[in-house]
């Protein structure tokens, strides 16, 4: 079964910051991976898809990483700013029924 | 383009009562999901429809809850009757095309409340 950690749940950083968020997964066999961004009481907006066959996948200050063989992805935001804070979570397809499993998120804090 | 759409945003009904919600998929994607979500988690999948067929249902606790997607647009799901347990936020999202890989898009989700 797969499983997905998001490591550190919680994460603060001044304006301005370069960071980056880590996800990794348990079962190699995946199809892709998506970065969504979820703002408290709100749904979740995707950010970026990731095919198995990419390395990586670029949108504006957000840049996502995947390397299958050791089950980890990275989302990498660049100049950080207050309006990034939110809860950011990675999810795969795996298995023959490609269900969709979650991270349970890092939330992101960015200080003015 | 309109989004997903859910409704109600929110709900408070006591226990042993039932609740249903609502979504509209965006237009021309023929796979629907219904996650369930509880606080500080990600989301857990509840039904995954194929146009109207449930194709993936085996976490969806069919004591009291049911789903249906008539003609293959819109959905419903309903829980009767309700528990404490069940108090999360339930979002629906749908993608195009039918192998389950594709892009999600999500509502904003109903947030149920059983007391």
């Known amino acids: 079964k797969q499983e997905v950690t998001q490591i550190p749940a919680a994460l603060s950083v001044p304006e301005g910051e370069n960071l980056v968020l880590n996800c990794s997964f348990t079962d190699s066999a995946i199809y892709n991976l998506q970065w969504f961004r979820q703002d408290p009481g709100k749904g979740l907006t995707s950010l970026l898809l990731?095919?198995?066959?990419?390395r990586e996948q670029t949108s504006g200050r957000l840049n996502a990483s995947l390397d299958k063989s050791s089950g980890r992805s990275t989302l990498y935001i660049a100049a950080s700013q207050p309006g990034d804070s939110a809860t950011y979570l990675c999810a795969v397809p795996s298995g023959s029924a490609r269900q969709l499993t979650f991270g349970s998120g890092t939330q992101l804090t960015v200080l003015p | 383009e309109a989004g997903v759409v859910q409704s109600p945003r929110y709900k408070i009904i006591e226990k042993k009562q039932p609740v249903a919600f609502w979504c509209n998929p965006i237009?021309?994607?023929?796979?629907l999901y219904w996650y369930l979500q509880n606080l500080g988690q990600g989301p857990e999948l509840l039904i995954r429809?194929?146009?109207?067929?449930?194709?993936?249902d085996s976490q969806l606790p069919k004591d009291r809850f049911s789903a249906e997607r008539l003609k293959g647009v819109d959905s419903t799901l309903k829980i009767q009757p309700a528990e404490l347990g069940d108090s999360a936020v339930y979002l629906c999202a749908s993608s195009y095309g039918t192998s389950n890989t594709g892009e999600l898009f999500f509502g904003e989700g109903s947030r149920l409340t059983v007391l």
């Open positions: 429809y194929e146009n109207e067929e449930a194709v993936d």
């Open positions: 990731i095919q198995s066959s990419q």
């Open positions: 237009s021309g994607h023929n796979t």
